[in-house]
Structure formats: structure tokens, C-alpha cells
């Protein structure tokens, strides 16, 4: 059986944090970090939508792009982010890619039931990491995956492989 891989969004293909960063002038260290107003990644981008738009892709994209010009993207998305969020996957990713709007349960629900696929992730909530690996984010490293990669080449070599 051969895999498939399929992709989370944020953090794996746009990169929100970033953005945020700079308009705060602060490091997005941990999943529970908030701005000097107390204010979440969430709350941020609420009150400002075009971030969703704005946001820059990550240094992944292109990489994941190379192999997969048209990925299947497994996403969880305020009813109210949708619409910004298809936006940039129709600018940046491209047109005719799957988009599954999918929270961490579901996601994990769906790789259980096709064991063809391994998910590219970056959250640090997923109670099982088998099939799942994780971009290395300061906010997932508690996370005890099996695979975690540090960087694009290191994607890359996972991308080629797929012998799981
Ligand atoms: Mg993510």
C-alpha cells in the first residue's frame, strides 16, 4: 500500500505566528501565549481578519508543494475564518487542492480509519502521534512524537520516503 501524505494548515503551510510576532514584537513560545492584553493567537485574529489573508507561507510550503502540487489540506477553522482561510490556499497553495475542515479529533479519527495516510502536523494536542509528523515548533516541544522534523530538507527526506 503506498502512503499519502496530507497536511495540516497553519504552521505547516502559513504561517500565522509569524505575522503576529511582528505586529507584536513578541515570541510565540507556548500554545497558551497571549499579547500584553491578554489577548490569543484566536482573539488576535479575530478582531483582525486580513491576518488570515496577510499571513505569509511558512518555509515548508515550497517543499511540500514539490512534491505534492496539489495537497489535501486537513484544517480546523472558525465557521468565520473559512472564507479568509480558502482565499490564501487559492493564492498561495492553488485552486484545485482537497480541504478538509477537520478539529484535532477528527483528524485523528480520519488517519485511523485510512492507514494510508500520514498527517504532517505541527499542533501538540493529538493524544496518539502515530502516523503524524510533527514540524518542531517551540509550542510542541513536550510532544513525544516518533518523527519530528527540524527543518525543509529534513521534510523533504520524509516526503521521498514514506516507509511507515
Ligand atoms: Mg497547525
Known amino acids: 500500500m503506498k502512503n499519502k501524505f496530507v497536511f495540516d494548515l497553519d504552521g505547516v ?3 500565522l505566528h509569524k ?6 514584537d513578541s515570541k510565540i513560545t507556548h500554545w497558551q501565549w497571549t499579547n500584553g492584553n491578554g489577548e490569543d493567537v484566536c482573539d488576535i ?3 483582525d481578519l486580513d491576518i488570515l489573508l496577510k499571513a505569509e ?3 515548508y510550503l515550497p517543499t511540500i508543494l514539490k512534491y505534492y502540487p496539489k495537497p489535501e489540506i486537513w484544517t480546523d477553522q472558525p465557521d468565520h475564518w473559512i472564507y479568509g482561510t480558502l482565499e490564501w490556499i487559492n493564492y498561495n497553495v492553488g485552486t484545485d487542492c482537497k480541504v478538509r475542515i ?4 477528527k483528524k485523528r ?5 485510512h492507514k494510508d495516510l500520514i498527517l504532517i502536523e505541527d499542533s501538540p494536542n493529538f493524544d496518539d502521534y502515530e502516523r503524524i509528523v510533527l514540524i518542531d515548533k517551540c509550542h510542541n516541544r513536550d510532544v513525544n512524537a516518533s518523527v ?3 527543518n525543509e530538507k529534513e521534510l523533504e527526506n520524509e516526503l521521498k520516503q ?3
Open 13 to 15: 503551510m502559513r504561517d
Open 19 to 24: 505575522y503576529i510576532e511582528k505586529k507584536f
Open 45 to 47: 485574529i479575530n478582531k
Open 57 to 59: 507561507p511558512t518555509e
Open 102 to 105: 477537520l478539529d484535532t479529533g
Open 109 to 113: 479519527e480520519r488517519l485511523d480509519s
Open 148 to 150: 519530528r522534523v527540524y
Open 162 to 164: 514514506a516507509q511507515y
